[in-house]
């Protein structure tokens, strides 16, 4: 069974700071790897999404990166703003029996003016 | 273009009522998930539509849980005989079949059981 951890479950950092969010998932049988981001109480917004097959993938001040044999995937903030903060979460999606996207717990982010 | 639409935006019932909740698509897309989001287990999947094949109902939580998908469009999910245990967000994604399989979510529904 596919199992999906991040690490930490809460960061507070002051504005300006680069950042890594940590994701790791039990199975590296996977077709793709997406980041969201979460603002309480609304839906969740595609940040970045990389195939199996790619090491990474960058949009703006954000860059997620995958090593599907180990398991694990970061996203890294540069430049950190009062704006980015909200949850974030990392989620596998896998082909195998039941086609779906499998989370993780999600960090929430907090960044301190 | 819209993005996937869901409603009601917010559902409060009484225990033992019956509750449909709705989900759009983006226009053209041919898959559609639910998933639930509850504080304590997280976002979990629920049931996988892909066209007119019949859905991958694997992440029912119970029998109560169905849903239909019309016209490979629209879908609704019904919880009959709710429960408190049933309040949580619910969350309506789509995505093409074609290229990367990106999700694309809607706002979801948050529902609360009194």
């Known amino acids: 069974k596919q199992e999906v951890t991040q690490i930490p479950a809460a960061l507070s950092v002051p504005e300006g700071e680069n950042l890594v969010l940590n994701c790791s998932f039990t199975?590296?049988?996977?077709?793709?790897l997406q980041w969201f981001r979460q603002d309480p109480g609304k839906g969740l917004t595609s940040l970045l999404l990389?195939?199996?097959?790619?090491r990474e993938q960058t949009s703006g001040r954000l860059n997620a990166s995958l090593d599907k044999s180990s398991g694990r995937s970061t996203l890294y903030i540069a430049a950190s703003q009062p704006g980015d903060s909200a949850t974030y979460l990392c989620?596998?999606?896998?082909?195998?029996?039941?086609?779906?996207?499998?989370f993780g717990q999600g960090t929430r982010l907090t960044i301190n003016p | 273009g819209a993005g996937v639409s869901q409603s009601p935006s917010n559902k409060v019932t009484e225990k033992g009522k019956d509750v449909e909740l709705r989900c759009d698509p983006i226009s053209g897309h041919t898959a559609l998930y639910w998933y639930r989001q509850s504080l304590g287990q997280g976002l979990e999947f629920l049931i996988y539509?892909?066209?007119?094949?019949?859905?991958?109902k694997s992440g029912l939580p119970s029998d109560r849980f169905s849903a239909e998908r019309t016209g490979g469009s629209v879908s609704t999910l019904t919880i009959q005989r709710t429960q408190q245990e049933d309040s949580a967000v619910y969350l309506c994604?789509?995505?093409?079949?074609?290229?990367?399989?990106?999700?694309?979510f809607g706002p979801g529904t948050r529902l609360t059981v009194t």
């Open positions: 989620a596998v999606f896998i082909v195998q029996g039941a086609q779906k996207l499998v």
């Open positions: 990389i195939q199996s097959s790619q």
């Open positions: 199975d590296s049988a996977i077709y793709n």
């Open positions: 994604a789509s995505s093409s079949r074609q290229g990367s399989y990106e999700q694309y």
């Open positions: 539509f892909q066209g007119n094949s019949a859905p991958d």
